[in-house]
């Protein structure tokens, strides 16, 4: 009888440790995640997402220039993310290189509120693979048109804050409100990003440029689509600035080649310092 009591107890014990020892091991995986996004990687690449039509090919002539200014040039490796989750991956990371450019692109690039989730999606793949191959736990972005979109769904529903961190985003005429120029008047898309906005990175610096032909739109996207971003960003992540470019080459498709763009993106994405441009 004592033998059966003494294993009775033994048991007992062995299950209430078994339970005190679940959350520990959980809390313990959380704090080894929280550690290694605490541990930058020496490797910070800006990856660059564009907008539906545009393929993988997007943004050459925007990194030639960067190259052109530049005293080291820049990697450029590029995704393409098939309608299979297949990825097609090309390019090549240079040995001095701690800045690559790193372009997500997909083969169904279409437009449209649902094509736009799907991207979403197929964009988390990416990182995750990009990230499994070489070998980095922080980058910044930049998106053009719906790229931005893209890049804002990722960053609300599929960023892990205890594997990743991300500095900067730019977005480039980017309609967070689609087609629509009334602000009371608010899409499906910007409906969603405004629900789901307190999951964006309390640390991040956002960028949003719209290029104007005639200060109300860039021949695509108009100028209120754009500015409909603040409800999204603004008290939510550490800076929210929004710029408005003019001049040469600031119709959309123009856009990624723009210099003034591309000086900003020198400026404020591939250096570290604080932005020097006035919160709106």
């Not at 689509?225 to 999204?232: I, N």
């Amino acid at each position: 009888m004592l033998k059966k009591q003494n294993l009775i107890w033994v048991i007992g014990l062995i299950l209430i440790t078994m339970i005190l020892a679940l959350p520990a091991a959980g809390w313990m995986k959380k704090e080894v995640k929280s550690d290694r996004a605490a541990h930058r990687s020496a490797l910070d690449p800006i990856i660059m997402v564009p907008g539906s039509s545009a393929t993988q090919n997007r943004f050459d002539s925007l990194v030639k220039i960067i190259n052109h200014d530049s005293v080291h040039s820049h990697s450029l490796i590029k995704v393409t993310v098939e309608r299979n989750n297949k990825l097609r991956i090309s390019g090549k990371l240079l040995s001095h290189d701690h800045r690559p450019f790193m372009v997500i692109a997909f083969a169904d690039n279409a437009d449209g509120y649902q094509p736009v989730q799907r991207q979403a999606a197929w964009m988390n793949l990416a990182v995750n693979q990009l990230e499994k191959i070489y070998g980095f736990n922080r980058f910044s972005g930049i998106g053009h048109s719906n790229g931005g979109l893209i890049w804002t769904l990722y960053l609300e529903k599929y960023f892990d804050q205890n594997r990743f961190s991300i500095d900067r985003l730019m977005t480039i005429g980017t309609p967070y409100n689609f087609k629509e120029r009334n602000l009371n008047k608010k899409t499906n898309i910007l409906k969603e990003l405004i629900n789901g906005r307190k999951k964006l990175p309390k640390h991040l610096i956002v960028y949003s440029i719209n290029g104007s032909i005639n200060y109300s739109t860039d021949g695509l996207v108009a100028a209120e689509s754009v500015a409909a971003g603040k409800y999204v960003f603004q008290g939510q992540v550490a800076h929210y600035t929004r710029i408005t470019v003019t001049g040469d080459n600031t119709e959309h498709s123009d856009l990624p080649q723009n210099r003034q763009i591309i000086k900003l993106i020198e400026q404020n994405v591939l250096r570290t310092q604080k932005p020097q441009l006035e919160r709106k």
